[in-house]
């Protein structure tokens, strides 16, 4: 059986709408998910040192910063990182692979260094900006952290030869903020905490998935949608498990909508494994902050991706 026809077919969609998957396709653009992405773009665009994006695991990070590598052109040189760690050798060797940048393992820090500056200095005289996301940068060390902050001292003409994203749980952002990490944090220029979506918003998330997918946005209904709210506190990620559990659920049923009795039997049943999680894990870390530059009324748009 084909995963994609498990209801599918049943609901009149032409394709899973709450895969777990980053899928920009889907991308749902919330008032904070469209200011998270204006600072991800003014981090780029404003040759930031570093910029910081933060949230609860599941509030769309990722799929941000794929949308974000969609929208680059080739004045721009990526290299994406996650999960990376290791000590001060092994992280310089991971950014040189990640930004294609040759290198023998065997060669000392020195030299690895002294390649991998040449290649910055040469793209920078190519015109070209060299951009290094770190996707789930909570998991690199203080001093790891102190050494990916050291690569962006490299500069030319007081310009910024290497830019970093840094991408992460909300402990990042508590990481960056300790007294120990003052140099790091003095060289954000731009960051933005994702929480999790309130009700209306949780609704609209569904009804747009929904209408992605090729259906009515109806195939959940309203009070089926403030149930799903609750129980994922408006996490994306935790409204996508929940949503398909629900979906397959009334198809098991041979029901033509989802109804909060369809969601209730999914949570009772335990078969949404994060309702085991305790309120407090799963309630999102609330945080007021806020890109200075909105402030300002500024909008950046990164040139699209040249084409042919």
């Not at 949308?67 to 000590?87: E, F, I, W």
Request: a negative charge; proline letters at 5%.
């Amino acid at each position: 059986m084909n995963s994609n026809e498990l209801y599918t077919g049943h609901f009149g969609l032409a394709e899973r709408p709450f895969t777990l998957v980053p899928d920009p396709s889907f991308l749902f653009w919330s008032k904070q998910h469209k200011r998270a992405y204006a600072v991800l773009e003014f981090g780029v665009l404003s040759r930031a040192p570093i910029t910081l994006i933060t949230g609860e695991i599941g509030s769309g990070k990722t799929t941000l910063v794929q949308k974000l590598l969609s929208q680059m052109d080739d004045s721009v040189r990526v290299g994406l990182l996650s999960n990376v760690q290791g000590d001060r050798g092994e992280l310089l060797q991971w950014v040189m692979n990640a930004l294609s940048i040759p290198f023998e393992p065997t060669e000392s820090y020195v030299t690895l260094f002294q390649r991998f500056q040449e290649s910055i200095v040469s793209e920078y005289a190519e015109g070209r900006r060299v951009v290094l996301i770190i996707d789930e940068a909570q998991n690199l060390s203080s001093e790891g952290l102190e050494e990916m902050r050291m690569l962006t001292n490299i500069n030319a003409n007081k310009d910024e030869l290497i830019q970093l994203i840094l991408v992460g749980q909300p402990e990042l952002k508590e990481i960056v903020l300790s007294p120990g990490m003052r140099q790091l944090a003095q060289r954000v220029a731009a960051s933005f905490h994702l929480e999790g979506m309130d009700e209306p918003t949780v609704r609209s998330y569904i009804k747009h998935r929904l209408k992605v997918a090729g259906g009515t946005g109806r195939e959940i209904t309203p009070l089926a949608c403030g149930e799903i709210f609750n129980a994922t506190k408006g996490i994306p990620r935790l409204v996508n498990q929940l949503c398909e559990l629900s979906l397959l659920y009334a198809w098991s049923g041979n029901s033509s909508r989802v109804s909060v009795k369809a969601v209730r039997n999914v949570l009772e049943d335990g078969v949404f494994f994060a309702s085991n999680l305790t309120e407090e894990e799963a309630e999102p870390e609330a945080d007021t902050t806020k890109p200075l530059f909105l402030r300002e009324g500024r909008r950046v748009d990164i040139p699209k991706k040249k084409t042919g």
